[in-house]
């Protein structure tokens, strides 16, 4: 019986993965440039037990569809959007043991400045910092970073390792443990902080780091890409992995994947933690929780659905007779998400006015509706016959939804021995220590 790790999902913007649920009265997402927005639900899920608030990011607008960002804009999908890592900060401060992920693109920053910020925060949450690393998917992006194109997708993955291996080096290679001496007339030892001589296809590096060392030295890396190379990479470097999927079927496949290719990477597959995405919408009884639901779906928009959707998988869908079979194309966007209604699962086929209307509520995985122990069974299940360690828990609205996960299925994991009673202390890594 494993424990079930928790993390919750949010962006720093109205509409996160719940297209038009701004509407909803209870939504408070429009508060994002509130730091007491942030603050708050850092709180609440600290005190609730989550091991994380995890926070998505894109450097880029959703014009995919109907060839235009009007949509998107129109909808709040994703747009207006604050830089993630600005509130991580203030959140650390009014939090004992909450960890934050940040996500954060390796295709538009210089690694050597990244790898300084995150150190930075990793200081200043006193080690509970972790990083999303992505590889983006929005050509949007890339034209607005001055870059033309995006480079083709799984070039962007052999990039990304080459980042990884320049930040490595930054974060274990350059300084040594006990540099600093503050000592008589000397700071810092000179010997014992090192170039890393970095010399790549991408990237020239002499060294050396600036940061002196962190209580992590490097932030947890996290990443979310299941294509055939999105996995290779997730196998080489990811200490901990978002699925995301409509089935058990469709995420079993996902997680054995992943572990298989952590596996060929030389790794133990059991040290990679597992995180699925699924929306609880949960209340005091499956009564209330099934009104609470229909209430969400009447503020749900199909537009921004279809906005969302292209932009992930570079598929425009607008305009398509909504009874017609989705199908999976090759593209230079995202490839999993496609995939995870197409080609993961050839039993179940979705038609496009399907695939829109699931995500309505918490975008690409599953929504578990009912009372806090109807929800935490449904969880309970899905963890079991997925084979993943914990959820990435998308919001119908923020922060309510969070709110009655802690009061309605926190009790009930723990009750059911699924989560600790007490906060597990330490760093972020020592926190996911899995298994
Ligand atoms: C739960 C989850 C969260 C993700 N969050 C982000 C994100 O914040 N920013 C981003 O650019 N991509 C995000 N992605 C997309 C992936 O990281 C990846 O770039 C995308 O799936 C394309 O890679 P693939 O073709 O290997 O799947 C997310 C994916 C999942 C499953």
Redesign the pocket.
Known sequence: MSRIHLNA?A?MCAGHQSPGLWRHPSDAGFRYTDLDHWTGLARLLDDAGFDALF????LGVYDVAGGSRDAAVRAGIQIPLGDPMMPVSAMAAATAHLGFGV?V?TSYEHPYALARRFTTLDHLTKGRVGW?V?????ASAAANLGLGDQLP?DQR?EQADEYLEVCRRLWHESWEDDAVVRSGGTYTDPAKVHDIAFHGRWYDVPGPFLCEPSPQRSPVIF?????P???E?AGRHAEAV???GPSTAVVAGQVDRLRAAVSDAGRDPASVTV?S?LAPVVASTSGEADALYAEYLESFSLEGALALFAG?TGLDLTGIDPDAPLRYVESD?????L?SFTTDDPSREWTVGEVARHLAVGG?GPVAVGSGPEVAEQMIDWIDGTGADGF?LAYAVTPGTFAQVATHVVPELRRAGRMPADPVPGTLRERLALR
């Open positions: 999902f962006m926070l998505a990011d894109v996500t693109s999303n992505v590889t983006g998917y929005l997708h993955y990443q979310a890409g299941a294509s190379r999105g996995l990479f978002f699925v995301s995180f995405q992930w966007a995202g490839r999993s998400a995939a690409r990435n």
